[in-house]
């Protein structure tokens, strides 16, 4: 079953993609990265930084609150070379595995550490549903009725979840810490961990924070790529356009991002009368500024692999070692008198 969901989501950010290759033609996707440009790469790499740190903090946030240390420079380092991997892997996701795992073992306890990670990115996700369902009630044309009324109850539902799991972190659950049942010890330390890591005072407020300036970041960046496609609109008209493609991003049928952004993109844009293509062709360009932004992380881990491959290179034999030994002089022996 696991092994057919990682295909599933795949194949189907393979479907999406071809399909709106079908639909709208591969010129979209070409003008795309034709129109790329010097300042709009410069602008990715700042932006993303500003991303970076503020989703690095927010994860130490939440490490700090379940116990683990995790220092500013290994965060925003981790966080860089997962999100590398997330835009260069399928699934857009493995990144984020392979940094939880990592700093699960390096703090001892890996289950906590999957744990925080599962909680900072849930935490970013939430921020952004929020902002996609306040787009939908405020701007309701910019999406056609069918999408839009699927999108209000998907973004329903995901706040009646949020709310069910504050009531149950805080109603219950630490009875269950000393059940014999293994499932129920579980769900007993993940909603601790929900109580600590999200919930408690001194957790909400500067994850709410660096979340939105996370989500401020990505909304600026997404702003240069629509200007670099020849977006003119004003940026009352193409904001809110922005919010539902970045709300696509999560949906996890993907290929390293690329899949319902883009889908989404052309269905907004083409609503909104700026036609379905421009919308492509601006969800291409974030594709493609999103990867550059992660490039540093790609140079940490070439530094990393290079780095290894030295520590674990032989070292020269040097030349003393292979000359043998020098012997003692012999002494002449005395003839006797």
Partial sequence: MRTFWVWFRVLGGFAIIGGLAWRLGTGAFLEGLRVIGPWPLLAALVLGLVSTVASACRWRVVASRLGLRLALRDAVGDYYRAQFLNGV?????LGDVHRAVQHGRKSGDVGRGVRAVVLERTAGQVVVVLAGV??????????PPVAHDVLIVSGAAVLAIAVAVVAVAFAGGSRWLESPSRWRRAFAVSMADVRAGLLGLGAWPRVTALSLLALAGHLALFVVAARAAGATASLTTVLPLLVLALLAMGLPVNVGGFGPREGVAALAFAAAGLGAQLGLTVAVVYGVLGLVSSLPGGALLLAHW??????TAP????QAALEPASRPARVPARSAA
């Fill in 306 to 311: 290079v780095g290894g491959l030295r520590r």
């Fill in 89 to 93: 892997l399928p699934a857009g996701v």
């Fill in 134 to 143: 306040a787009v939908l009630l405020l701007r309701p044309a910019v999406v």
């Fill in 315 to 318: 070292q020269p034999v040097r």
